[in-house]
């Protein structure tokens, strides 16, 4: 029997809200609860980077620098089920109310958008 | 907190400790020694998780089983309590508990409001604060979905 191959991934949560979907603020803990429950069952667990994430980016609706700090999680996906991994951060793009999430597979990265941003408010 | 048999998380639920194995009462009590030192919220996270697989693994019960365990419900409220104590989390109110309670279990506010009865303007302004649920209202439309409200002590939750 064969294992399908494991990729690392890594993601970025940013440790606020975004001001411009929602209100800038930190998130509700039973937020971060939920996600730890989804990694764990789906892939087995995470390892959460120690160091501090801080970036900016341009906002592609505003044109205005967004700076933003956040957690990394890094998770190891089997190669077949890198889908299942999109469609959480889908899910977690609209739960943590940012625009996307940034994504490394293996040093790939993406930018997962959330299903529906309209539908916030 | 742990008080004598018990321990109660930030949301008021008590998870009764003497009727616990005593493998699982160990890894709850070190799990509290450890959050006590008031180490880094993320630090936390990267030794509470290890910590619980290894548990659960030792027991053979899937990971999903591992999550509805008392050690496992007790070692992410003790993150929880750090991540807010360190300012990277919000104490949750009515509002944000419903909020994540819609992110998490829906797939939108529509699909949440059609459940519940709610109007897709009430929530809203209710999530905008800029209106109230009644107790009633919220008790009913919660029921819908399964869901009820309950009253903690503060000092329970702290």
């Known amino acids: ?121 | 907190m742990a008080r004598e048999n018990s321990y109660t998380d930030r949301k008021g639920r008590v998870y009764g400790l003497a009727t616990l194995a005593a493998d699982e009462l160990e890894l709850i009590c070190r799990l509290q020694t450890y959050s006590k030192s008031h180490p880094d919220w993320t630090k936390y996270s990267n030794y509470w998780m290890p910590e619980l697989t290894k548990f659960g693994d030792s027991r053979g019960i899937t990971r999903r089983e591992l999550t509805e365990t008392a050690a496992y419900r007790i070692a992410q409220d003790l993150g929880s309590r750090l991540a807010i104590a360190q300012g990277y989390a919000r104490p949750s109110d009515y509002r944000s508990e419903l909020e994540t309670l819609i992110h998490t279990k829906f797939r939108t506010q529509r699909e949440f409001c059609n459940a519940t009865g709610l109007s897709e303007d009430m929530l809203s302004h209710v999530l905008a604060k800029r209106k109230n649920l009644s107790m009633d209202a919220l008790t009913e439309a919660l029921a819908q979905i399964g869901y009820t409200i309950h009253i903690t002590p503060m000092s329970e939750m702290n």
Request: hydrophobic content about 40%.
């Open chain 1, 1 to 121: 029997m064969t294992h399908p191959r494991l990729l690392e991934c890594s993601f970025l949560i940013p440790l606020v809200r975004d001001s411009h979907l929602s209100d800038g603020q930190p998130h509700d803990p039973d937020l971060w609860e939920w996600l730890d429950d989804e990694v764990l069952w789906r892939f087995g667990g995470r390892t959460l980077d120690l160091g501090r994430f801080e970036g900016f980016y341009l906002d592609p609706d505003t044109g205005e620098k967004v700076f933003d700090v956040s957690r990394k999680y890094v998770v190891a996906v089997p190669e077949d089920r890198l889908d299942e991994l999109r469609a959480l951060l889908s899910v977690a793009s609209f739960s943590f109310a940012q625009k996307c999430i940034y994504l490394s597979i293996a040093g790939q990265v993406e930018f997962i958008e959330g299903p529906s941003h309209g539908q916030r408010e």
